[in-house]
């Protein structure tokens, strides 16, 4: 889901990330963001931090799944969601028959709660890696980063297959993969809007247009000889009014009178009733108050939102407005947009020539509307942007909704505009948005004209996936004949093409994190380690012990960081210094050699217990002694 995406902050001086992590669309820096690898031990110097017992649920990391649990596939057709149906976002499935393997789509997920200090989450790929040798090609449905984000980490471990996707979302790949210099080339296949790529003599796959936000979004019909899975991923259906346009009916014409086996589809506006705004109706409606602003026009949106972007500069240049454009993933889909010849104009302009123009002929497209800290808009409120000042005579466009996740830094972001005195105009008082993901009049119109035997819903959390198996039996599919997929489930259809079920076992499903420059799945322990460091902070105890005597040499140091200030604690501090020095000299006077070891084991211990007692707080304790 595009609208996931965090916009970006290229003029963020000073808090660039590495290259490979500054890609279009979601590079929010965390300047001194902690790195994994965790204590240093040095000579002589004995550290060690024991992870304590409470700590906020986690979901399990790498679960091992040997191939040889797995059964063999023989005969049946076997489809393999990798990542996409137990959340929002790294959208990856598989689908086996006979020989062969193709996947389609390759996302990536914005870290997620649970996950501090990780900057994307991937779809775990290691049952497509065990079978490395039958994968025949990676099917792009569409070019917003939660289909195609993982495909610079993902694409080596899976053996380089071609990767099939139309134009549109073949630049947007080719772009990405520009800031990976170290990887080899992709081999990229531009298919056209209905086009058949022959895999074998049992599995062919042909492509076909489908509503979204993003140009060239497209279906796909996979052929097999057990039958025909239609994937319907990030949709909407164009309407007027809730009237689906003549195109859509054309579109969804070619499924009349077909039987299709599979049918799977979007679920993530399943709650939301009736249709949604149609995209043209969003851009009249922006249209009407560009013709009514006095002043400067400022509108953010997400710049996945390409359409929209689009129809707006060709209302700015028939009303003789100038634009200017501000975030580097609005940059880059300029640019895209233009390579493209989508959208052919003069007047787009830098944004160091705004102020040669007067106010009412310039309109400035930003990022940064749910509120990203180092985003144009944010930095435009907040008053630190470099060209950029909001002036009373501004007029102010949030063109998107609110992601749930970002409500506090929105409330923030607003009330920073609205202090500027610009007039302020959001989707909750004008229908100045609507989302790429189709509610569920739509989702319905699509079943009602796609006949099919099974249905799998996809994209979306659990309970979304539920409620939309809900609506597909509601519309006469039996309960056996839908399944509601995990990441990792193996989803069988027998030979003959009458039965669907879910095995008992599981592909390796555990979350794979991208950390930095590191990509894995077990660094479970550096997650526990900064969830633990988020609650209650870390505790450090220096302590020098004279070798020959085995006691300490002076008071030991303390070091702690986001456990208590230390400045007011000084009663808890000679405590604890107390303690330790007896703790410590407890076991080393007599002791020749000193076992540090167990030194450190017992000041953690003690002094965990010690400071949970006093303060009901378990930072995490980390002894370093030094015997001199
Ligand atoms: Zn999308």
């Given at each position: 889901m595009h609208e996931k995406q965090k916009e970006d902050s290229s003029n963020a001086a000073g808090h660039r990330r590495p290259y490979h992590a500054?890609?279009?669309?979601?590079?929010?820096p965390r300047p001194n963001a902690p790195r994994h690898g965790g204590q240093k031990k040095t000579h002589r110097a004995h550290a060690h931090a024991r992870p304590m017992p409470r700590m906020r649920p986690m979901r399990p990391f790498a679960q091992k799944a040997p191939l040889s649990k797995i059964p063999p596939l023989g005969d049946s057709l076997r489809i393999i969601p990798l990542g996409g149906v137990e959340e929002i976002g790294r959208n990856m499935t598989a689908i086996e028959y006979k020989n062969d393997i193709i996947v389609v789509d390759a996302g990536l997920q914005f870290k997620e709660e649970g996950t501090p200090g990780v900057d994307y989450i991937l779809p775990n790929t290691k049952y497509l890696e065990e079978r490395i040798g039958k994968i025949r090609g990676l099917f792009i449905t569409h070019g917003h980063l939660d289909h195609i984000g993982g495909i610079p980490y993902l694409m080596p471990r899976i053996g380089n297959p071609p990767i099939y996707s139309r134009q549109f979302g073949a630049i947007m790949i080719q772009k990405r993969q520009e800031e990976f210099p170290h990887l080899p080339p992709l081999n990229i296949k531009v298919l056209g809007k209905e086009e058949t790529v022959h895999i074998s003599d049992t599995m062919s796959i042909k492509t076909f247009p489908i509503s979204h936000t993003i140009p060239d979004s497209m279906g796909l019909i996979i052929k097999t000889s057990i039958g025909e899975i239609v994937f319907v991923e990030d949709v909407r259906v164009d309407n007027v009014d809730g009237v689906p346009t003549e195109e859509e009916n054309r579109q969804y014409?070619?499924?009349?009178d077909k039987e299709v086996l599979l049918l799977t589809m979007d679920?993530?506006?399943?709650?939301?009733?009736?249709f949604s705004l149609s995209e043209g109706k969003v851009i009249e409606n922006i249209e009407k108050i560009i013709r009514a602003t006095k002043g400067r026009m400022i509108i953010s949106t997400f710049a996945s939102q390409v359409e929209r972007i689009i129809g707006i500069i060709k209302i700015a240049e028939r009303l003789g407005k100038k634009v200017a454009v501000e975030g580097r993933s609005m940059k880059t889909n300029l640019e895209i947009i233009r390579s493209l010849k989508l959208l052919e104009t003069k007047n787009i302009i830098s944004l160091g020539e705004i102020d040669d123009y007067p106010p009412d002929r310039v309109l400035l497209f930003v990022t940064g509307q749910q509120g990203e800290e180092f985003a144009a808009l944010s930095r435009i409120a907040n008053k630190t942007h470099k060209n950029i000042r909001l002036r009373p005579s501004d007029t102010i466009i949030l063109s998107s909704s609110i992601i749930p996740t970002n409500y506090n830094a929105i409330v923030k972001l607003k009330d920073n505009l609205y202090r500027s005195g610009a007039h302020i105009i959001t989707y909750l008082d004008s229908d100045v948005h609507a989302s790429g993901h189709g509610n569920r009049e739509e989702l319905k119109w699509i079943h009602q004209h796609i006949n099919y035997r099974f249905f799998m819903p996809v994209h979306g959390y659990h309970n979304l996936l539920c409620q939309h198996a809900e609506l597909a039996h509601s519309l006469?599919?039996?309960?056996?004949?839908i399944v509601i997929p995990d990441n990792g489930s193996l989803i069988e259809i027998d030979p003959t093409g009458k039965k669907i079920s879910v095995r008992k076992e599981k592909a390796p499903s555990g979350l794979v994190l991208v950390d930095g420059f590191s990509v894995g799945d077990v660094q479970e322990v550096v997650i526990r380690d900064r969830q633990m460091l988020a609650q209650d902070g870390m505790f450090v105890i220096i302590a020098n012990v004279s070798i020959s005597s085995g006691r300490l040499k002076k008071s030991p140091d303390i070091i702690s960081r986001g456990f208590v200030y230390l400045r007011e604690s000084q009663d808890l501090l000679q405590q604890t210094r107390l303690i330790i020095k007896k703790t410590v000299e407890d076991i080393?006077?007599?002791?020749?050699?000193?076992d540090f070891e167990l030194v450190k084991d017992r000041v953690t211990d003690t002094i965990s217990k010690f400071l949970l007692q006093k303060t009901a707080k378990r930072p995490i304790v980390i002894p370093v002694i030094i015997g001199a």
């Amino acid at each position: 889901m595009h609208e996931k995406q965090k916009e970006d902050s290229s003029n963020a001086a000073g808090h660039r990330r590495p290259y490979h992590a500054r890609l279009a669309g979601f590079d929010k820096p965390r300047p001194n963001a902690p790195r994994h690898g965790g204590q240093k031990k040095t000579h002589r110097a004995h550290a060690h931090a024991r992870p304590m017992p409470r700590m906020r649920p986690m979901r399990p990391f790498a679960q091992k799944a040997p191939l040889s649990k797995i059964p063999p596939l023989g005969d049946s057709l076997r489809i393999i969601p990798l990542g996409g149906v137990e959340e929002i976002g790294r959208n990856m499935t598989a689908i086996e028959y006979k020989n062969d393997i193709i996947v389609v789509d390759a996302g990536l997920q914005f870290k997620e709660e649970g996950t501090p200090g990780v900057d994307y989450i991937l779809p775990n790929t290691k049952y497509l890696e065990e079978r490395i040798g039958k994968i025949r090609g990676l099917f792009i449905t569409h070019g917003h980063l939660d289909h195609i984000g993982g495909i610079p980490y993902l694409m080596p471990r899976i053996g380089n297959p071609p990767i099939y996707s139309r134009q549109f979302g073949a630049i947007m790949i080719q772009k990405r993969q520009e800031e990976f210099p170290h990887l080899p080339p992709l081999n990229i296949k531009v298919l056209g809007k209905e086009e058949t790529v022959h895999i074998s003599d049992t599995m062919s796959i042909k492509t076909f247009p489908i509503s979204h936000t993003i140009p060239d979004s497209m279906g796909l019909i996979i052929k097999t000889s057990i039958g025909e899975i239609v994937f319907v991923e990030d949709v909407r259906v164009d309407n007027v009014d809730g009237v689906p346009t003549e195109e859509e009916n054309r579109q969804y014409e070619r499924f009349k009178d077909k039987e299709v086996l599979l049918l799977t589809m979007d679920s993530t506006s399943i709650e939301k009733r009736g249709f949604s705004l149609s995209e043209g109706k969003v851009i009249e409606n922006i249209e009407k108050i560009i013709r009514a602003t006095k002043g400067r026009m400022i509108i953010s949106t997400f710049a996945s939102q390409v359409e929209r972007i689009i129809g707006i500069i060709k209302i700015a240049e028939r009303l003789g407005k100038k634009v200017a454009v501000e975030g580097r993933s609005m940059k880059t889909n300029l640019e895209i947009i233009r390579s493209l010849k989508l959208l052919e104009t003069k007047n787009i302009i830098s944004l160091g020539e705004i102020d040669d123009y007067p106010p009412d002929r310039v309109l400035l497209f930003v990022t940064g509307q749910q509120g990203e800290e180092f985003a144009a808009l944010s930095r435009i409120a907040n008053k630190t942007h470099k060209n950029i000042r909001l002036r009373p005579s501004d007029t102010i466009i949030l063109s998107s909704s609110i992601i749930p996740t970002n409500y506090n830094a929105i409330v923030k972001l607003k009330d920073n505009l609205y202090r500027s005195g610009a007039h302020i105009i959001t989707y909750l008082d004008s229908d100045v948005h609507a989302s790429g993901h189709g509610n569920r009049e739509e989702l319905k119109w699509i079943h009602q004209h796609i006949n099919y035997r099974f249905f799998m819903p996809v994209h979306g959390y659990h309970n979304l996936l539920c409620q939309h198996a809900e609506l597909a039996h509601s519309l006469g599919a039996p309960r056996e004949n839908i399944v509601i997929p995990d990441n990792g489930s193996l989803i069988e259809i027998d030979p003959t093409g009458k039965k669907i079920s879910v095995r008992k076992e599981k592909a390796p499903s555990g979350l794979v994190l991208v950390d930095g420059f590191s990509v894995g799945d077990v660094q479970e322990v550096v997650i526990r380690d900064r969830q633990m460091l988020a609650q209650d902070g870390m505790f450090v105890i220096i302590a020098n012990v004279s070798i020959s005597s085995g006691r300490l040499k002076k008071s030991p140091d303390i070091i702690s960081r986001g456990f208590v200030y230390l400045r007011e604690s000084q009663d808890l501090l000679q405590q604890t210094r107390l303690i330790i020095k007896k703790t410590v000299e407890d076991i080393t006077v007599g002791m020749r050699p000193i076992d540090f070891e167990l030194v450190k084991d017992r000041v953690t211990d003690t002094i965990s217990k010690f400071l949970l007692q006093k303060t009901a707080k378990r930072p995490i304790v980390i002894p370093v002694i030094i015997g001199a």
